[in-house]
């Protein structure tokens, strides 16, 4: 890790850019969970919103009062005021000095195009009226932000014109004026030589503000920082508009490890809760987490070629831009059809069992899983499944119980469709008929096994199915589509996966069942060899 130099500012705008992003709504107890959470990451400041704009906005302003914060300066949001209307008169401002806040961010037009013909004024009302919101804001004793929106493209325009609202920014009182690429559409060579130029002129106050559209924004708020700029604004996980804004899940580590700046405030688990704070903002908004997504998704340090897997275990800077332990992640060696030696023993050794590259059992593993991942089964996100292929290759594999029959009826009525499951099982010697309903076909076998299974294994009660995904993935011998069936598990505090493949759904999601359960019987059993040793 480089050693530390200036400090860079780093602004959250997820509760109010991001919140503009589509299928993203924040409750107003989400916007303050969020905020405790950035705070306590060390965010130096967190917009929380535009208090003219919603009531849920206004609301919060009133509520985060209630709040410690341990070093976050939270901004309130608005626009510079109204054409013809004096800053005194405009509600617009006035909501923001009713936040009681020490800190404002306004958006203010420096693109001829969109003063002329989206605001309809002239260009000196304009320049009125960025330097009268500021100056009046400034009056009440709160420090002002300038958004300068489509700047680039206004530079681009006219340059002239785009720096003179700079500097009227500046002459009204403007603590920080921030360059926005409001459209996303700036190439990274050309936003570097302009955020450079705008340095040189007007010093250390300058902050940029990136939009995605193009897939640079990240890039670009980089490069910013390298022209001279003090302040990167952006939101969690890159939410936003269109295609959305900077994603300081990038942007914060690749300043901190790779560029040697410091961009966090005092944190209470630096950079090392970077991946919860991302998962944290994935499961406020209700949105799948990106697997892709760099440092922090779960694929980001994964390995699946076999030559990849070999090398990274022996090296990991030979396959890893950096140790995914920095940033709270896991490396993640997948066992798949391509896979090699090296990932069977990682993986073994991950799932509690003790192999050598040299052993005849990891090249019987390998060939497992090359037959059952050609039958449509899959492995590299099924541990659960991968630990009971391992334990049969090595011999010591014991089922708990066997299915002998299943069958699943289902039936509309006015009151909805249920689903029946009759399934007989062999537990123990003993021959074990179980009927259920449920809501849906696999809900009504899961319900069926458990009932058979309770009586002589009661602690799988702890057990709960909290995920099952189905895809087709090609075609039988004949015409029927094979189904591969994944199923999430959790229980004693621990997750697992895993998967089945057939023609026939049903029969797939059986199959994913019983291993879901006979891993745990499995798993539960080594525990309490281990606690016995």
Not at 16 to 21: E, I, L, P, S, V
């Amino acid at each position: 890790m480089i050693a530390k130099s200036r400090f860079i500012e780093i602004y959250d705008t997820t509760l109010r850019d991001g919140a503009q992003g589509m299928r993203v709504n924040f409750s107003l107890q989400d916007k303050i969970s969020l905020t405790l959470r950035l705070d306590e990451f060390g965010i130096p400041f967190i917009e929380g919103g535009w208090p003219f704009s919603n009531p849920k906005d206004e609301e919060y302003f009133k509520a985060i009062k209630d709040y410690s914060l341990r070093q976050a300066k939270i901004v309130a949001f608005g626009s510079t005021r109204r054409k013809g209307v004096r800053p005194e008169e405009d509600e617009n401002l006035n909501a923001i000095i009713k936040c009681d806040v020490d800190y404002a961010a306004l958006v203010g037009k420096s693109w001829i195009l969109h003063v002329k013909e989206v605001l309809r004024v002239k260009p000196e009302e304009n320049l009125d009226m960025v330097y009268d919101s500021i100056a009046y804001l400034k009056s009440h004793g709160i420090k002002v932000i300038l958004d300068a929106e489509h700047f680039y493209d206004g530079y681009k325009d006219d340059p002239e014109y785009a720096l003179k609202v700079l500097e009227v920014a500046r002459e009204a009182g403007a603590e920080r004026i921030v360059l926005c690429d409001t459209n996303g559409g700036t190439l990274t060579h050309e936003f570097y030589e302009i955020t450079k130029r705008v340095c040189e002129k007007f010093g250390d106050c300058i902050g940029v503000h990136c939009h995605n559209d193009s897939g640079l924004a990240v890039a670009n708020s980089l490069m910013a920082v390298v022209a001279g700029a003090a302040q990167v604004q952006g939101t969690i996980n890159g939410i936003g508009e269109r295609c959305g804004n900077a994603d300081l899940c990038q942007i914060i580590p690749a300043l901190e490890i790779k560029m040697g700046y410091r961009a966090l405030s005092s944190s209470s688990n630096g950079l090392r809760g970077l991946r919860d704070l991302s998962l944290f903002v994935y499961n406020l908004i209700g949105m799948e987490p990106n697997p892709y997504q760099p440092y922090t998704g779960q694929y980001a340090f994964a390995h699946k070629a076999g030559t990849h897997s070999d090398g990274v275990i022996k090296v990991s800077r030979a396959y890893e831009h950096i140790d995914p332990e920095l940033v709270g992640n896991d490396r993640f060696i997948a066992v798949s059809e391509i896979a090699g030696r090296s990932a069977v023993v990682h993986k073994a050794k991950k799932l509690g069992l003790s192999l050598k590259k040299s052993d005849p059992v990891v090249l019987k593993v390998l060939r497992m899983v090359k037959e059952l991942e050609a039958s449509g089964k899959i492995f590299e996100d099924a541990d659960g499944s991968l630990y009971l292929l391992l334990l049969k290759a090595m011999n010591a594999y014991k089922p708990h119980f066997e299915v002998l029959s299943w069958t699943v009826t289902s039936r509309a009525s006015k009151g909805g469709v249920k689903s029946l499951c009759t399934v007989r099982l062999k537990v123990k010697e003993k021959i074990v008929t179980s009927v259920a309903e449920g809501v849906g076909p696999v809900h009504a076998q899961d319900l069926a096994i458990m009932r058979a299974l309770k009586p002589e294994y009661p602690y799988l009660e702890r057990v709960n199915l909290i995920n099952y995904k189905v895809s087709i993935v090609g075609r039988s011998a004949g015409t029927a589509s094979v189904v591969r069936v994944l199923i999430e598990f959790k229980g004693d505090g621990e997750y697992w996966t895993t998967t089945g493949s057939s023609a026939n759904i049903l029969e797939a999601s059986m199959e994913a069942l019983v291993e879901g359960y006979e891993y745990y019987l499995h798993k539960r059993e080594l525990q309490a060899m281990d606690i016995g040793q």
